[in-house]
């Protein structure tokens, strides 16, 4: 009886361990946002060339977030 009670008792230290284990593990992996820095850029594009200048600024690592069809002209904002 005490060696069923002492397994059991193994059995939960074991379980808990393993789980603070994996909880430790999967809260380290998280990415952390805290030292990035954001760059922002706004583009109003008035020539025919807006393609090339899209594909320009995806290759030098900028991503389109927003559009904003303002009244003087579209303004597209990029994040980095």
């Known amino acids: 009886m ?3 009670l002492l397994l059991r008792v193994l059995l939960v230290v074991a379980v808990v361990l393993l789980a603070s284990n ?12 805290a030292a990035k820095t954001i ?6 594009f008035v020539d025919k060339q807006q393609e090339a200048t899209l594909n320009k600024y ?9 559009l ?6 579209r ?6």
């Open 22 to 33: 994996l909880i430790a593990s999967l809260v380290s992996s998280l990415p952390s946002y």
């Open 68 to 73: 904003d069809p303002g009244i003087s002209g």
């Open 2 to 4: 005490k060696c069923d």
């Open 75 to 80: 303004y597209f904002i990029f994040k980095k």
């Open 39 to 44: 760059q922002y850029r706004v583009v109003s």
């Open 58 to 66: 995806g290759s030098e690592g900028w991503e389109l977030v927003a």
